[in-house]
């Protein structure tokens, strides 16, 4: 059965002929859908154990999708479905707004720039005065994933830098920098995840990206995620520091964060080298990491004399550091779950 040009499954039969040749019969829709006719050629590509068919002068799939906005809707909504369809695969997306939208030039404005601010590789190619056509330029290629979730990695890294620097010195214009920054972790995880998308979509985007199981999709998308929450929690705690104005006992929330750090970068290595044992050892300190903020909380924080709204920020501020370890231990159990799903031979030792 061909659905829609996308994916779809048949089976069909293989057939010798001749002493060492084999065949199989092409649907009639997907010949007539790529105008091939008799005694064209098409393009055999193998990848693992499995073989993708092409016509010889194929061309990325594009996939179009039609936003329609109504009056009575903010940017905001507006910009969540265009991430929809962003994260979906789709290559063009076209908004068509009301034209009965009260100040639309100023309203569509505001749409595009903050698609050009949260989704990266995403540019105007065509607008009139209630219509934009918005194009993914990016290719998959230029950034294949692992380098994605590098930068990604490298960036959260470096906001978790900047708010220790932000604790001990009470300079806010640290919290301002990492409050920007989110804008740029965003566009990385975002990324990501469209190029997930795309593997699911087709198997050459798969082996671009360096995937060799479907099953591995899910675990990327985890990391992703959890680097994106990480670096939300960032953002969190630099905003309490900015609403106290700075904090005068910092040291508590300070060797956390720290560890935390160091935690984040150590689940990331056993990711990139695929190591069971780096990923025990964060499990495992995962573990220890969150028992002492309890701990903490309970036997210094609760207990001190200092003033109760600092009291209340650092008491929030340890919850974030108790998320960002067990977002650390998530990395780690998906880079289980990567190994295991890249070979089916395993030795825990």
């Known amino acids: 059965m061909w659905v829609n040009g996308l994916i779809s499954v048949e089976k069909r039969r293989v057939q010798k002929t001749g002493s060492s040749s084999f065949i199989i019969t092409l649907p009639k829709e997907w010949v007539d859908s790529v105008k091939l006719k008799s005694g064209d050629y098409v393009i055999v590509e193998k990848y693992g154990d499995k073989l993708v068919i092409s016509p010889p002068r194929f061309e990325p799939l594009t996939l179009k999708a039609n936003v329609r906005v109504y009056s009575g809707i903010d940017s905001q909504q507006v910009l969540r479905m265009l991430l929809a369809a ?28 903050i698609a050009r601010a949260k989704l990266a590789g ?6 009139s005065f209630n219509i934009v056509v918005f194009k993914v330029l990016i290719d998959i290629r230029e950034l294949p994933l692992i380098n994605a979730i590098r930068r990604l990695h490298i960036i959260v890294s470096n906001m978790i830098e900047d ?22 972790a965003d566009r990385f995880h975002h990324m990501v995840v469209r190029e997930l998308s795309l593997a699911l979509l087709d198997i050459k985007s798969q082996h671009e990206l360096g995937i060799t199981n479907i099953a591995e999709i899910l675990s990327y998308r985890i990391i992703a995620r959890n680097l994106e929450r990480i ?33 984040l970068n150590k689940a990331m290595e056993a990711l990139y080298n695929l190591s069971r044992r780096g990923a025990e050892e964060v499990i495992s300190e ?15 924080i609760i207990p001190s004399q200092i003033d109760i709204h ?3 920020t650092l008491t929030l501020i340890l919850d974030s550091l108790k998320r960002i ?25």
Do not use: M, W
């Open 325 to 349: 370890a067990r977002y650390s231990n998530g990395v780690a159990e998906a880079t289980l779950n990567i190994k295991a799903a890249k070979s089916a031979e395993l030795d825990v030792k």
């Open 86 to 113: 962003y994260i979906a695969g789709y290559n063009v997306i076209s908004v068509v707004f009301d034209k009965n939208i009260p100040g639309l030039a100023k309203f569509v404005s505001e749409v595009k720039s």
């Open 231 to 263: 670096a939300d929690h960032v953002v969190n705690i630099a905003k309490r520091v900015l609403s106290t104005g700075g904090l005068k006992n910092y040291e508590p929330v300070y060797e956390f964060l720290e560890r935390d750090g160091k935690l």
């Open 163 to 184: 708010c220790l620097a932000l604790l001990k010195s009470s300079d806010l214009n640290y919290a301002h920098a990492i409050i920007q920054r989110d804008d740029e």
């Open 122 to 127: 995403i540019e105007v190619v065509e607008e």
């Open 286 to 300: 995962s573990k220890k990491i969150v028992h002492d903020i309890e701990e903490a909380l309970q036997s210094k």
């Open 310 to 312: 600092e009291k209340v």
